[in-house]
């Protein structure tokens, strides 16, 4: 008992000792004015060999030489149906903008190991930025292998948490390999985009807010707060300046950029890399806080933000009003500072890519990203466009005549459903194109051997033995538990203050059991970054308290991840109409007919009434819905229509009644 009291005082004092090392480090950094201007001087060796299209002096950008402010907005196009990427970026330039700034999400981009895709449809960076530039626009690139942009797991690929030895947003050798690979696939994109080579790009963004993230990093339990200290999630200057390195070594040459909140900027600087700051209001306070800390520099707000995200099960729709978002970008412009409206248009978070928060609980993020921005989620002009382009004029700019090519939303005819299926029979029989694997433990999904874990992973077992209990603990993010295929429960980990399941099964015989996990979203910013998805434990009991056994190779596990092929390979031939039965896991299909395609077409999904899961159109996702609001719609971009008949599939995990019909609306549906 002495040896290993003895022991567990040691190993507190080491990670005591190693806190304090990490805290020195940090107050190391440098401090004084005179240090942070030498951090940004041309002779630091950080620059370019090259010059930049895009340099400064004390008060002002220069493009080319000549004085230039920065008039930007963010859109991302992954977010953005392809065909109408020319639409949203003309209104971005009709608004009196100059600037695009978009992120690139590794994760979108990384379609297998090693394989990367920036082609196709949507992934075609190098078509967006030339799009901007046909229009007259510059470009900004955010390039970080982590974005945040309230984007599963901030772009990173969920295979990297596979990895025990990989630590993200540090110097760990592992997480650097897996970085410089994807380097190695993007520059090659990007470098030819550059206005030195005849491009619109006038910028990169090194990380984003790095600074920022470290207090966030300092609040994680003290079991991990060892492996904070030795640096996986500290803000490393040597991590950052890797960064600079290999973006350099690997042909950018123009302007580096990296963004902090005030409280972060003196963690988040490197040199090389011009700061800038994220702000909704204080403009002065925070703008005072960029100047202090970079003198001879001109002011750039990266993100001022228009509006807000929503997450699953909030009251209501966030909201903020034209009038403060004109008071706050006056008092930037006042103070001549350059500028960049996050978001001018949100988009819709398509897919199973919506991020997450965990300030104290988790919090998911819905899928449309409306943002209460200057364009609505199909790309409609608001309010607030109108108030801030007058500003614009009132400074200088230059407001061009508004043209949509794009067609408002529509209602639409509501259109019967035609056939359901039991998901849990079809899987059952194996006619299916999921891919199936059979393991004697339970895994975390990032362990099966896939390339990303996304959207749901079902867990099955025959339970040969009676079990009158079940116990599931640490399950992330929700569960619904079947019993021979009849639906028990559901638990949410966003509704509950544990995330823990206890189940009273009276089972006499034996029995199928099956455990449907959600990956709700990979939080995304700040606390729980990086976390595992799955269930931590499985247990049964009898009667009488003895744990059941199960034999070898009990779980069968099966990812369902609804790739376009796999939603196109359900045997619906065979699927029965539609039926009152609500316990099952039910999969519904529609048939939505199209006289002829166009964008005449948007229109939306009034999912009211319906309980938790994700709908398809031809096998795209076009993302989750929940009863529990505050979206009550799905966006159905017309574009993505085709003449004749359109398969919508809907998979509804949580529905408590029968829905005999898909309703449309002519707009977004919020609880306000």
Same mark, same amino acid.
């Given at each position: ?14 990670? *005591?000792?190693? *806190? ?43 493009? %080319?030489? =000549? ?12 977010? !953005? ?11 971005? %330039? ?52 982590? !974005? ?42 990007? =470098? ?100 202090? /800390?970079? @003198?001879?520099?001109?002011?750039? #707000? ?94 200088? $700019?230059? &407001? ?65 033995? @009676? ?5 599931? %603990? ?27 399941? /206890?189940?009273?099964? &009276? ?15 990979? #939080? ?20 009488? $308290?003895?744990? #059941?056994?199960? $034999? ?16 196109? &390979?359900? @045997?619906?031939?065979? /699927? ?19 006289? =002829? ?7 939306? *999904? ?7 899961? #994700? ?34 599939? *809907? ?22």
């Amino acid at each position: 008992m002495q040896f290993k009291q003895r022991l567990l005082i040691g190993g507190s004092a080491l990670c *005591i000792f190693l *806190i304090l090392s990490a805290i020195v480090r940090r107050r190391s950094l440098p401090g004084t004015h005179r240090q942070a201007r030498d951090l940004f001087s041309a002779e630091s060796g950080y620059f370019a060999s090259r010059p930049s299209s895009l340099s400064y002096d004390k008060d002002n950008f220069l493009l %080319k030489g =000549s004085p230039f402010k920065i008039w930007s907005g963010s859109l991302h196009y992954f977010r !953005i149906p392809e065909p109408y990427w020319r639409d949203r970026l003309l209104k971005l %330039k009709q608004l009196g903008l100059n600037t695009v700034s978009t992120y690139i999400p590794w994760n979108f981009h990384e379609t297998a190991y090693g394989e990367f895709d920036f082609e196709t449809k949507e992934r075609n960076l190098a078509r967006f930025v030339s799009l901007a530039q046909d229009v007259g626009l510059y470009v900004l690139l955010r390039p970080s292998p982590y !974005i945040c942009a309230e984007w599963t797991f901030g772009g990173l690929p969920s295979r990297l948490m596979a990895n025990d030895y990989l630590h993200i947003r540090s110097n760990n050798s592992e997480y650097l390999r897996e970085v410089a690979m994807y380097y190695d696939n993007l520059m090659p994109v990007i =470098s030819p985009l550059q206005m030195m080579n005849g491009g619109p790009v006038i910028g990169f963004y090194v990380e984003n807010e790095f600074g920022t993230c470290f207090d966030h990093h300092h609040t994680l339990a003290f079991a991990r707060v060892c492996t904070v200290a030795l640096g996986s999630y500290d803000n490393d200057p040597a991590y950052m300046q890797w960064l600079v390195h290999n973006l350099r070594t690997r042909g950018l040459h123009e302007m580096l950029f990296t963004c902090d909140n005030a409280g972060g900027l003196r963690d988040g600087m490197v040199k090389g890399a011009l700061q800038t700051v994220n702000f909704q209001d204080k403009a002065a306070k925070h703008l005072g806080a960029l100047a202090a /800390a970079q @003198p001879n520099a001109p002011l750039m #707000v990266s993100e001022y933000w228009t509006g807000w995200f929503d997450h699953w099960d909030e009251k209501q729709h966030h909201l903020y009003s034209s009038e403060d978002v004109v008071d706050g970008l006056r008092q930037i412009l006042a103070l001549k500072a350059s500028f960049n409206l996050y978001v001018f248009h949100g988009g819709t978070t398509f897919g199973f890519y919506q991020g997450a928060n965990m300030a104290g609980a988790y919090a998911p993020d819905t899928t449309s990203y409306d943002y209460d921005a200057l364009l609505n989620e199909h790309g409609g002009v608001t309010a607030k466009f109108g108030a801030v382009q007058k500003l614009l004029v009132e400074y200088g $700019g230059q &407001a061009l005549p508004y043209d949509s090519l794009t067609s408002e939303p529509k209602v639409r005819a509501a259109v019967p459903i035609a056939q359901e299926m039991d998901l849990l029979k079809v899987l059952a029989k194996g006619k299916h194109a999921f891919p199936v694997y059979t393991h004697q433990r339970l895994k975390f999904v990032e362990d099966v051997p896939l390339h990303q874990a996304y959207g749901y992973t079902l867990f099955s077992a025959h339970v040969a033995q @009676p079990a009158a209990r079940l116990f599931i %603990k640490d399950f992330k993010d929700s569960v619904a538990v079947y019993v021979d295929g009849v639906r028990l429960a559901t638990r949410e980990r966003w509704k509950v203050r544990r995330n823990t399941v /206890a189940l009273e099964l &009276a089972q006499t015989k034996p029995f199928n059991l099956s455990i449907l996990v959600e990956d709700a979203g990979r #939080v995304n910013y700040g606390q729980g970054l990086g976390e595992r998805k799955g269930m931590g434990m499985v247990e049964l009991m009898d009667s009488q $308290g003895q744990l #059941v056994v199960l $034999g070898d190779h009990p779980w069968t596990i099966t990812p369902m991840h609804w790739h376009p092929h796999e939603v196109e &390979a359900l @045997p619906w031939t065979r /699927a029965q109409l539609q039926t009152t039965d609500s316990t099952t896991m039910r999969v519904a299909k529609a048939n939505l007919q199209i006289q =002829s395609v166009g964008t005449e077409n948007d229109t939306y *999904i009034d999912t009211r009434g319906w309980g938790r899961g #994700v709908v398809f159109l031809n096998g795209i996702n076009l993302g989750r819905f929940d009863g529990d609001g505050p979206q009550f719609h799905i966006y159905l971009p017309g574009c993505w229509l085709r003449q004749g008949t359109n398969e919508l599939v *809907i998979l509804d995990v949580r529905r408590s009644s029968a829905v005999s019909e898909v309703r449309f609306s002519a707009e977004p549906i919020w609880q306000l």
